[in-house]
Nanobody, 121 residues
C-alpha cells in the first residue's frame, strides 16, 4: 500500500508563495507519475500539475502555468509544488496523487488526505 502525506499548506497573502510537500511511504515513487490536484467546496477536484516518473515530462493547468512548479526527489520519495504569485482563487484543499502511468486524464490510484491553502486578498 502507498501512503501520501501532504504538508506545507497555510494562510498567505495574495502575491505570496508557498511550497507544498508530499511525502510518500510504502512504495518508491520512482515507479509512479505524481500529481497535484485541488478542490474547493461545491466544485469538482481539478488537476493542478503532474510530473512523469523521471521528471522528464510536466503538465500544468492553464490557471497555474507560469506561477506553480512541480518537482520530485525520487531519492527522498517526495514530491513538491512550489506556488508563486498566489491569488485568492488558488484557495483550496490541495491533494497529492500517484498513478502508475503518466496520463493526466487517468483515474489516479493513490491520494493523500489534502492540505488547506488559503490566500487572502
Amino acid at each position: 500500500q502507498m501512503q501520501l502525506v501532504e504538508s506545507g499548506g497555510g494562510l498567505v497573502q495574495a502575491g505570496g508563495s508557498l511550497r507544498l510537500s508530499c511525502a510518500v511511504s510504502g512504495r518508491p515513487i520512482s515507479m509512479y507519475a505524481m500529481g497535484w490536484f485541488r478542490q474547493t467546496p461545491g466544485k469538482e477536484r481539478e488537476i493542478v500539475a503532474a510530473i512523469s516518473w523521471d521528471g522528464g515530462s510536466k503538465y500544468y493547468a492553464d490557471y497555474v502555468k507560469g506561477r506553480f512548479t512541480i518537482s520530485r526527489d525520487n531519492a527522498e520519495n517526495t514530491v513538491y509544488l512550489r506556488m508563486y504569485s498566489l491569488k485568492p482563487e488558488d484557495t483550496a484543499v490541495y491533494y497529492c496523487a500517484a498513478h502508475g502511468v503518466y496520463n493526466i486524464a487517468a483515474q489516479w490510484n493513490y491520494w493523500g488526505q489534502g492540505t488547506q491553502v488559503t490566500v487572502s486578498s
